[in-house]
T-cell receptor, first 116, second 118 residues
């Protein structure tokens, strides 16, 4: 299957700082990328959907000014958690889709963010 | 609205037992996709299967099998002769079909934690 690489795998940051998470499609062009958030022992909740070259569509309740999503190219999307707080500590995982591929959504390895 | 229900929060079995993970979904779409993913402790999501709404054939892949029944809106997953390595959280997910056949966002169930004891 297609490969989606997410970086970093884990990050610890101080409260008030910003953290950027990258999601790359390594061997296909991702026309759409999805960002999910997963709290411990809970399900994955979609945060936003981004199409290459356009603004992300955020799910209800997700602060767009806090979770900045950029999808400037067909192989890279970034999620920036601005002014992070301990309650932002979570597992963030991206997935990517391409029109030219089968209908699976391919997932990155996830990023475990801990804000101290 | 779309919804996926995995009523079993945790299941514990002894190695070599068969185990079935239940998944019930709700959707108004006539065309949709159903998925199962495995999430081991490391966190990555491992794709197991995709099934479209027009294909009700059951599928078997090694020790894994899936039973899709539109009449009951269920897509259950059975592991035969479970092994310790099967221990993980298993998610069922639903996606509407997009034009071109690609999937839209995934709606996940709450997951079932499977613990296989040696």
């Amino acid at each position: 299957g297609a490969v989606v690489s997410q970086h970093p795998s884990w990050v610890i940051c101080k409260s008030g700082t910003s953290v950027k998470i990258e999601c790359r499609s390594l061997d296909f062009q991702a026309t759409t990328m999805f960002w999910y958030r997963q709290f411990p022992k809970q399900s994955l909740m979609l945060m936003a959907t981004s199409n290459e070259g356009s603004k992300a569509t955020y799910e209800q309740g997700v602060e767009k000014d806090k979770f900045l999503i950029n999808h400037a190219s067909l192989t890279l999307s970034t999620l920036t958690v601005t002014s992070a707080h301990p309650e932002d500590s979570s597992f963030y995982i991206c997935s990517a889709r391409s029109w030219g591929l089968s209908t699976e959504a391919f997932f990155g390895q996830g990023t475990r963010l801990t804000v101290v | 609205a779309q919804k996926v229900t995995q009523a079993q929060t945790e299941i514990s079995v002894v190695e070599k037992e068969d185990v079935t993970l239940d998944c019930v979904y709700e959707t108004r779409d006539t065309t949709y996709y159903l998925f199962w993913y495995k999430q081991p402790p490391s966190g990555e999501l491992v794709f197991l299967i995709r099934r479209n709404s027009f294909d009700e054939q059951n599928e078997i892949s090694g020790r894994y099998s899936w039973n899709f029944q539109k009449s009951t809106s269920s897509f259950n997953f059975t592991i035969t002769a479970s092994q310790v390595v099967d221990s993980a959280v298993y998610f069922c997910a639903l996606s509407e079909a997009y034009y071109g056949g690609a999937t839209n966002k995934l709606i996940f169930g709450t997951g079932t934690l499977l613990a296989v004891q040696p």
